[in-house]
């Protein structure tokens, strides 16, 4: 019971939470509209949302660097697109809740748009290089937020 309340008081105050396996909650405010995306000045991936579909971008200084990556859906994905299909990698569904990706960047804008059910939980795992990204190398929505912690969970809006 106690638990059920903390993870309520996080998700309604936006707080930062450790929910469940080592996860930090981020709230569906938090991830809307589409940040400012600096191509070739800053290394990172950049996540937003909107109605129907969550939007993961990723780019370098550029350096070519490999970004992989998994994000694992509480309801099934409907569709998976590339933004770049000529840039090599790949970025598909394994199942019917899980999206994966690997492809390396040089700079240019790369990245992938799942389209979801509204109003549902996405659990992100990102990687830059064979390490986890740090919360610093992550922009949310269009203020470009940091978020608290790595692996994320994130409510759709």
Not at 22 to 43: D, F, I, N, W
Request: glycine fraction near 12%; charged fraction near 25%.
């Amino acid at each position: 019971m106690r638990t059920r309340i903390l993870v309520v008081l996080g998700i309604v105050l936006g707080l930062p939470l450790l929910a469940g396996s080592g996860t930090y909650m981020v709230t569906a405010a938090k991830v809307r509209g589409e940040p400012t995306l600096e191509p070739e000045k800053k290394t990172g991936y950049y996540l937003w949302c909107d109605r129907r579909t969550l939007h993961l971008r990723w780019t370098t200084d550029g350096t070519p660097l490999l970004f992989t990556g998994r994000i694992d859906l509480d309801k099934p994905v409907r569709e998976v697109t590339r933004v770049r299909q000529e840039a090599g990698g790949w970025a598909r569904s394994h199942g019917n809740r899980v999206v994966m990706f690997s492809a390396t960047s040089r700079g240019a804008i790369d990245g992938v748009d799942v389209l979801v059910p509204t109003g549902r939980l996405a659990r992100l795992e990102l990687q830059i290089d064979g390490q986890d990204a740090s919360p610093e190398q992550i922009f949310l929505g269009a203020k470009g937020l940091h978020p608290d912690g790595v692996p994320l969970k994130v409510a759709l809006p």
